[in-house]
């Protein structure tokens, strides 16, 4: 960690009072960088060494990172920091993102970090965002009763997502090969879409798009939360850039206080939530606390521990990655050790405890 640079003073001070204030609490006016960093101070507590910039990568999931973004949680933690949020559609795009180099932070399912992690990228997971249970879900068309009707039947899904292993893991489960179905690669706007369009059978994909299928008529066959009674559990993951996190830990401690924060908002008062969360989605307040409700959400203290962040994670991410093996996504799978080091409880730990 660099030490923070100095901060000048602006201007002259004004008689005693103006002194004595000064000796309370410095301002900094500018830094030394001003060009690459930023020293940010809140209210009675210590200054944070921040980069003048930072880049988060954030879906349209109806979870608290959206509270983070529309409350400006971390702008107000970091008010040097210039704050950018970019949209993605979905892992695969965040780890291409990561393996560029263009983003800080960013969201992303557990199957794709494990991917991530066995492909060496540059990041660790230091957040549970939320365990997926019913918010994604296998939707089919009216004559497909089970999935063995899908053989020779067209599903849509976002390759490398949680929701693509999730339906490899569920045709594998129920004894259908997933070459006999004709599996296709489109991002979730799309696959509305192509379903209104009666241009696939099925899709396996997340709120607010899953959604809008079964309102249009689509029938959940399995859903996330099924196929996590059997141990295939699926997560949205926070995930730090490796280098960003070991140059200002304080600001990824700053980002977990801000996502704790809005887990305790959706925990405490839903409604609240609900109508922060619908304004960044576009939806309605009733239909975002009913998205909010297929999920499940973790705070900072629980999340560290062994259930979490502290152990099982890591062993569930190897196990995801040791299937996409299976699958033929990737390559190979690196040693437990891997994941064990890929996972961070510290900044979860030091939020809540």
Same mark, same amino acid.
């Given at each position: ?45 210590? *200054? ?5 910039? /930072?880049?988060? !990568? &954030?879906?349209?999931? %109806? =979870?608290?990172?959206? +509270? #983070? ?123 509305? *879409? ?5 241009? /696939?059978?099925? !899709? &396996?994909?997340?709120? %607010? =798009?899953?959604?809008? +299928? #079964? ?133 979860? !730990?030091?939020?809540?405890?």
């Amino acid at each position: 960690m660099h030490k923070p640079t100095t901060p000048r003073f602006c201007g002259l001070l004004l008689g005693a009072v103006a002194l004595l204030a000064l000796a309370a609490s410095t301002v900094a006016c500018g830094s030394d960088d001003a060009s690459s960093e930023a020293t940010s101070t809140t209210a009675a507590t210590k *200054a944070i060494h921040a980069p003048s910039k /930072i880049t988060i !990568a &954030y879906q349209a999931i %109806p =979870n608290g990172d959206l +509270i #983070v973004k529309q409350q400006k949680l971390l702008e107000k933690a970091l008010p040097d920091t210039k704050i950018s949020w970019k949209l993605f559609d979905s892992g695969g795009s965040v780890n291409e993102a990561f393996a560029s180099g263009d983003i800080d932070f960013g969201l992303a399912g557990s199957s794709p970090v494990s991917r991530g992690i066995s492909q060496k990228l540059p990041y660790r997971v230091v957040w549970i965002h939320d365990v997926i249970g019913d918010a994604e879900a296998l939707a089919v068309k009216s004559g497909i009763g089970s999935l063995k009707d899908l053989v020779g039947k067209t599903v849509a899904t976002p390759f490398a997502s949680t929701s693509h292993y999730s339906l490899l893991a569920a045709l594998t489960d129920a004894g259908v090969d997933p070459t006999t179905v004709k599996i296709i690669d489109s991002e979730p706007d799309d696959i509305y *879409a192509a379903w209104s369009n009666d241009q /696939i059978d099925g !899709a &396996y994909v997340w709120n %607010p =798009n899953l959604a809008k +299928i #079964v309102a249009d008529g689509g029938k959940v066959l399995v859903s996330s939360a099924e196929l996590a009674k059997k141990g295939d559990t699926t997560y949205d993951l926070g995930l730090v850039s490796s280098k960003f996190a070991e140059q200002y830990p304080d600001v990824v401690d700053a980002w977990a206080k801000a996502q704790d924060k809005a887990v305790g908002l959706i925990k405490d008062d839903l409604d609240t939530a609900a109508e922060i969360i619908g304004s960044e989605l576009d939806i309605k307040p009733a239909e975002a606390k009913a998205q909010i409700g297929d999920l499940i959400f973790v705070g900072a203290a629980e999340q560290a521990g062994q259930e979490y962040l502290g152990g099982a994670l890591a062993k569930n991410l190897e196990r995801a990655a040791q299937f996409n093996k299976e699958q033929g996504e990737i390559e190979s799978v690196p040693d437990s050790a891997t994941f064990v080091d890929a996972v961070d409880a510290g900044p979860a !730990a030091s939020v809540g405890g």
